[in-house]
């Protein structure tokens, strides 16, 4: 007969999932145990709950399969929520679990005690609590509730103490009770009429592409779309990879650097086309002229229409919907080629670091150059993300991972360790400023205990950028509050066993570049560059 634990590993291991991560408590050693007599499932040991989830998150994007990941009461579920968040607002399909208290104690007032399913509440798709008697029935439902359309997190609740309770005879194999994908129907006449209707009456349209797409897994019929009507598309910055940056149509992406040089094609547009456009990044009003919007996704448009003046939603499958769209007949589009090319080239150049430079410009550009097409990179929050936003060659979706729903700091560590766990032949990169790598720098622990082959690369200004720019924008003391002033200056060899390597100009940056890839284990590059090149590149007007 299983008990409880060893039901928990095995239905977990029977959907699909690889690995839990999470910090041990007193309860969760059974589980951890469990873990351990399973085969094809295991536990990793982490330094912080938020990493737990942060990998978790990463996990579910990756593989498809929901990531897992486990924390004790009270302080541990609160850490764990930062991870959680993020893979409610970033759209990833996760499954955490916490301890909670017996049901003679759930309502006391116990050390460490708080309610945890309000916590998890407003981040969650569903939370629940469980028992011995339901525990395998409530991990099925929970799975399948993670996939539905929008993918976002579950929270399950622990009694302390059922672990070792016998839950009755094994079963050869586990059915897995995912919900079943919504039928949609396909797209009523009377809105084809009216996308007609915009379509031929718009010359200049634009394709928003948007995190939904990448799920949808529709890069191919997007860019059939974009070559039979000639139209532009910009992206939002989740979901790169979608179109190819040497593409003609290519216009850039939204919200990131040199926003208003992307903003001079589409100011122009007459028609939006949002194609799995998720204004958790980034919302419609805040970019769009006041045009008509045609919204293709799962859901409805979430717009102010005080500020667009008409909006046509379609509910449904994108792909569906992209097939009835490349069915249509209608003039090719009037934008002007050579314009946008030159647009582009412009876009590109600022891009460009300056000959003998050393600034996050030369940083990315000379990392491009060595990462492998096939590579992952990780970003972490910052003035640099809106830099790799916009600069980064991406050949396909999730070859470049961030958080840019939840947006928080600290992502990168976590993001590139779950990444190479789940994809150990593939050379993987976390870039970071020096305030996202002192909130995880624990975590190079991590690393070095699971010897994980990673370049890490922290991008050190001594400074706050991006809040030191918005300062700066309000003509505030734009020192007061956002200096760091940790580098030393004798040079750290090691952090927990990781070596390091400082670099602080181009020629030894390239020479640490090569070694590090060369390395067979984790690795720290510490660029020491001048921030000031942010300025005049990043929270450009959007409008």
Same mark, same amino acid.
């Given at each position: 007969?299983?008990?409880?634990?060893?039901?928990?590993?095995?239905?977990?291991?029977?959907? #699909?999932?690889?690995? $839990?991560?999470g910090?041990?408590?007193?309860?969760?050693?059974?589980?951890?145990?469990?873990?351990?007599?399973?085969?094809?499932?295991?536990?990793?040991?982490?330094?912080?709950?938020?990493?737990?989830?942060?990998?978790?998150? !990463?996990?579910?994007?990756?593989? &498809?399969?929901? #990531?897992?990941?486990?924390?004790?009461?009270?302080?541990?579920?609160?850490?764990?929520?930062? /991870?959680? &968040?993020?893979?409610?607002?970033?759209?990833?399909?996760?499954?955490?679990?916490?301890?909670?208290?017996? *049901?003679?104690?759930?309502?006391?007032?116990?050390?460490?005690?708080?309610?945890?399913?309000?916590?998890f509440?407003?981040i969650?798709?569903?939370?629940?609590? !469980?028992?011995?008697?339901?525990f395998?029935?409530?991990?099925?439902?929970?799975? /399948?509730? !993670?996939?539905?359309?929008?993918?976002?997190?579950?929270?399950?609740?622990?009694?302390?103490?059922?672990?070792?309770?016998?839950?009755?005879?094994?079963?050869?194999?586990?059915?897995?009770?995912?919900?079943?994908?919504?039928?949609?129907?396909?797209?009523?006449?009377?809105?084809?009429?009216?996308?007609?209707?915009l379509?031929?009456?718009?010359?200049?349209?634009?394709?928003a592409?948007?995190?939904?797409?990448?799920?949808?897994?529709?890069?191919?019929l997007?860019?059939?779309?974009?070559?039979?009507?000639?139209?532009?598309?910009?992206?939002?910055?989740?979901?790169? %990879?979608?179109?190819?940056?040497?593409?003609?149509?290519?216009?850039?992406?939204?919200?990131?650097?040199l926003?208003?040089? $992307?903003?001079?094609?589409?100011?122009?547009?007459?028609?939006?086309?949002?194609?799995?456009?998720?204004?958790?990044?980034?919302?419609?009003?805040?970019?769009?002229?006041?045009?008509?919007?045609?919204?293709?996704?799962?859901?409805?448009a979430?717009?102010?229409?005080?500020?667009?003046?008409?909006?046509?939603?379609?509910?449904?499958?994108?792909?569906?919907?992209?097939?009835?769209?490349?069915?249509?007949?209608?003039? $090719?589009?009037?934008?002007?080629?050579?314009?946008?090319?030159?647009?582009?080239?412009?876009?590109?150049?600022?891009?460009?670091?300056?000959?003998?430079?050393?600034?996050p410009?030369?940083?990315? *550009?000379?990392?491009?150059?060595?990462?492998?097409?096939?590579?992952?990179?990780?970003?972490?929050?910052?003035?640099?993300?809106?830099?790799?936003?916009?600069?980064?060659?991406?050949?396909?979706p999730?070859?470049?991972?961030?958080?840019? %729903?939840?947006?928080?700091? &600290?992502?990168?560590?976590?993001?590139?360790?779950?990444?190479?766990?789940?994809?150990? *032949?593939?050379?993987?990169?976390?870039?970071? %400023?020096d305030?996202?790598?002192?909130?995880?720098v624990?975590?190079?622990?991590?690393?070095k205990?699971l010897?994980?082959?990673?370049?890490?690369?922290?991008i050190?200004?001594?400074?706050?950028?991006?809040?030191?720019?918005?300062?700066?924008?309000?003509?505030?003391?734009?020192?007061? %509050?956002?200096?760091?002033?940790e580098?030393?200056?004798?040079?750290?060899?090691?952090?927990?066993?990781?070596?390091?390597?400082?670099?602080t100009?181009?020629?030894?940056?390239?020479?640490?570049?090569?070694?590090?890839?060369?390395?067979?284990?984790?690795? !720290?590059?510490?660029a020491?560059? *001048?921030?000031?090149?942010?300025?005049?590149?990043?929270?450009?007007?959007?409008?």
């Open positions: 007969m299983l008990n409880v634990a060893q039901q928990f590993a095995h239905t977990l291991k029977e959907i #699909g999932v690889r690995f $839990v991560f910090v041990p408590s007193g309860n969760m050693i059974d589980y951890i145990e469990a873990l351990r007599q399973e085969n094809g499932i295991d536990f990793i040991l982490v330094g912080h709950e938020a990493t737990a989830a942060v990998m978790a998150d !990463v996990c579910g994007r990756l593989t &498809g399969v929901s #990531g897992v990941c486990f924390a004790t009461f009270g302080p541990g579920a609160t850490n764990l929520t930062t /991870g959680v &968040g993020g893979a409610f607002l970033d759209r990833s399909p996760l499954l955490a679990f916490t301890d909670e208290m017996t *049901d003679e104690l759930l309502n006391r007032t116990v050390q460490m005690n708080i309610n945890h399913q309000q916590l509440f407003p969650t798709k569903w939370t629940t609590r !469980v028992t011995a008697e339901n395998g029935e409530i991990i099925l439902k929970a799975a /399948g509730i !993670v996939h539905a359309e929008t993918p976002g997190p579950v929270h399950i609740g622990v009694p302390a103490g059922i672990g070792l309770r016998k839950v009755g005879e094994a079963r050869s194999t586990i059915d897995y009770l995912r919900l079943e994908k919504k039928r949609w129907s396909p797209i009523v006449a009377g809105q084809i009429d009216k996308i007609t209707v379509l031929k009456k718009s010359k200049k349209p634009v394709l592409v948007g995190l939904s797409a990448v799920r949808a897994g529709v890069k191919d997007l860019i059939q779309l974009a070559d039979k009507f000639q139209i532009p598309v910009v992206l939002t910055p989740m979901a790169k %990879g979608m179109f190819p940056e040497n593409h003609p149509l290519y216009a850039g992406v939204l919200f990131h650097a926003s208003d040089s $992307v903003a001079e094609t589409y100011r122009q547009a007459e028609l939006v086309l949002g194609l799995g456009y998720d204004p958790v990044e980034f919302n419609y009003e805040d970019w769009m002229p006041n045009v008509p919007l045609i919204h293709f996704d799962s859901k409805e979430d717009v102010d229409t005080s500020q667009i003046c008409e909006v046509l939603n379609v509910v449904g499958s994108i792909e569906n919907s992209l097939e009835e769209l490349l069915k249509m007949e209608m003039p $090719v589009k009037k934008w002007e080629l050579e314009m946008l090319q030159e647009r582009k080239s412009r876009l590109s150049q600022k891009l460009r670091p300056e000959a003998g430079s050393f600034g410009l030369a940083v990315i *550009d000379e990392l491009r150059t060595i990462l492998p097409q096939e590579g992952i990179l990780t970003v972490d929050v910052g003035a640099h993300l809106h830099l790799i936003g916009q600069q980064w060659q991406t050949p396909e999730q070859k470049l991972l961030m958080t840019n %729903g939840w947006s928080s700091m &600290g992502f990168a560590i976590p993001a590139a360790l779950a990444a190479k766990l789940c994809h150990p *032949d593939l050379p993987v990169v976390a870039v970071m %400023g305030g996202g790598f002192l909130m995880t624990g975590e190079l622990a991590t690393a205990r010897n994980l082959k990673i370049v890490f690369i922290v050190y200004d001594n400074s706050l950028s991006l809040i030191r720019i918005k300062q700066s924008k309000k003509d505030f003391d734009n020192s007061y %509050g956002t200096e760091l002033n580098l030393p200056e004798e040079p750290t060899n090691h952090y927990f066993g990781v070596p390091v390597i400082r670099v100009d181009q020629k030894s940056y390239k020479e640490a570049l090569k070694y590090a890839f060369e390395f067979d284990g984790p690795i !720290v590059i510490e020491v560059i *001048d921030g000031s090149e942010y300025d005049e590149l990043v929270l450009k007007s959007n409008k």
